[in-house]
């Protein structure tokens, strides 16, 4: 059974840095598309990175520039660095991933193996 488990979220302060990390087990995420989403309380989850096997990845556009997302696979690690953080920013934020994926990579429901989440708080 595949497990995803976020670490990394925590309460920083606008314009300061987070890196959250996404280990995986129980499958080799090799050839997996993997990627960061985040919700707040009311509002659907929304796509702000992915990463495909390759190592293509593909940003929002409230992130771009601000955000890196980074891979592993070695040590089956999916990486988000969060520079510039922005009190918007603040969310939970989950790690997916996707065995296939067809046409928009940052939709919810193209991924079917989800982590727990772990909290993001940026103050202003």
């Known amino acids: 059974q595949v497990q995803l488990e976020e670490s990394g979220g925590g309460s920083v302060k606008a314009g300061e840095s987070l890196r959250l990390s996404c280990t995986a087990s129980?499958?080799?995420?090799?050839?997996?598309?993997l990627a960061w989403f985040r919700q707040t309380p009311g509002k659907e989850r929304e796509g702000v990175a992915t990463?495909?096997?390759?190592?293509?990845?593909t940003y929002a556009d409230s992130v771009e520039g601000r955000f890196n997302i980074s891979r592993d696979n070695a040590k089956e690690t999916l990486f988000l660095q969060m520079n510039s953080l922005k009190p918007e920013d603040t969310a939970m934020y989950y790690c997916?991933?996707?065995?296939?994926?067809?046409?928009?990579?940052?939709?919810?429901?193209?991924?079917?193996?989800w982590g727990q989440g772990t909290q993001v708080t940026v103050s202003s």
């Open positions: 129980g499958y080799n995420p090799t050839f997996y598309c």
């Open positions: 997916a991933a996707s065995a296939f994926v067809i046409g928009d990579p940052l939709r919810p429901s193209q991924y079917d193996n």
């Open positions: 990463i495909d096997f390759e190592g293509v990845a």
